[in-house]
């Protein structure tokens, strides 16, 4: 795994490591990886994750409605939710200028600067790219990668 997992600093899991959980695929290390990441005892998501995730088990899976609501229960109850709001919205727009990071992504590390986080797992942006020189963007799968190749 990932040198840089540590258990006991607030991180911030993108959708994308939630799929890795929730979803059966045939990468079953990255799958492992990602359920050791969700046991973190400090874990932030925004309202947005909840809803990709949640788009995604409905669109690729036979989840329903039922489990769904649960789920959503379950990440009101275990992990800290932030609700996006004018201020995070603004400083996304900043952040796409300034990074050029997609609408959502933006979204994504605006919500864990609003709360001062260092660290954000995402499989989907820049490996290591530091921003606003305190949050690492952190792909949790790149060592994995190298060492397939």
């Not at 046991?39 to 409905?58: D, G, M, R």
């Not at 690729?60 to 275990?78: D, G, N, P, R, V």
Request: glycine share 0%; proline share 1%; aromatic share 10%.
């Amino acid at each position: 795994m990932n040198q840089e997992y540590d258990s006991e600093q607030p991180c911030f899991i993108d959708s994308n490591i939630w799929l890795y959980v929730f979803m059966q695929r045939q990468d079953s290390a990255k799958s492992a990886i990602a359920k050791s990441i969700i046991q973190h005892n400090n874990v932030v998501i925004s309202t947005q994750v909840i809803n990709e995730v949640c788009a995604n088990l409905l669109k690729k899976t036979s989840s329903s409605e039922m489990e769904l609501q649960e789920l959503i229960s379950t990440f009101y109850k275990k992990y800290v939710v932030i609700d996006i709001n004018q201020k995070i919205m603004l400083k996304s727009s900043e952040l796409r200028k300034q990074y050029n990071f997609s609408f959502w992504d933006s979204l994504i590390v605006a919500c864990a600067l609003h709360i001062n986080l260092k660290r954000l797992y995402s499989e989907d942006m820049q490996n290591g790219l530091v921003v606003e020189e305190t949050l690492k963007i952190i792909n949790p799968f790149a060592s994995e990668a190298k060492q397939a190749r």
